[in-house]
């Protein structure tokens, strides 16, 4: 694995912009290094909407904040001085989005986790980044955490979780 092909996984959280930071100061400056953005789409439960065309305007404004958050990821670390050719994206769609388009990648279906873990692995990548969205115990038993999943379950490579 090359440590120095990293996979950058966010959402739109600030915890994900501070992992781009991170990132970024680490890589900027330093020849060699790639980086991809990758941002898995989470389409928000339907009985959240009192109907379709409210949750089909849910997930156009959700996907167009996570499209928004790459693009301002991307600017972030071409500000701090990697080199844009060294960085690119991969926005997965989920596979039962009505909105789903060529340039997305469809997903498994499975958990955010094990999405990032498949990437990490079939892309080569030796450092994969994630930021900690900072559950508490009872949230992370209950519903799980990305970081703390990607930790324990990745190996030959170097992690970075950023909180």
């Not at 060699?32 to 941002?39: H, K, T």
């Not at 790459?70 to 989005?97: F, I, P």
């Not at 450092?127 to 324990?152: D, M, P, Q």
């Amino acid at each position: 694995m090359n440590f120095k092909k990293i996979l950058l996984a966010v959402d739109s959280s600030d915890n994900a912009m501070r992992a781009v930071e991170y990132t970024g100061h680490i890589v900027s400056g330093n020849p060699g290094f790639e980086v991809q953005l990758l941002c898995i789409e989470r389409l928000p439960h339907r009985d959240l909407y009192a109907d379709d065309d409210k949750w089909e305007m849910g997930c156009e404004e959700m996907r167009a904040c996570l499209k928004d958050f790459l693009a301002r990821a991307r600017q972030r670390l071409r500000e701090l001085g990697v080199d844009d050719a060294a960085v690119s994206e991969v926005y997965v769609s989920s596979c039962h989005s009505p909105f789903t388009d060529s340039t997305s990648e469809c997903s498994l279906g499975t958990s955010v986790a094990l999405e990032i873990l498949d990437t990490l692995k079939t892309g080569g990548f030796g450092t994969v980044v994630v930021g900690r969205r900072g559950l508490s115990k009872a949230e992370e038993f209950l519903f799980g955490s990305v970081s703390n999943k990607i930790v324990h379950s990745a190996k030959d490579c170097t992690i970075w979780v950023v909180s």
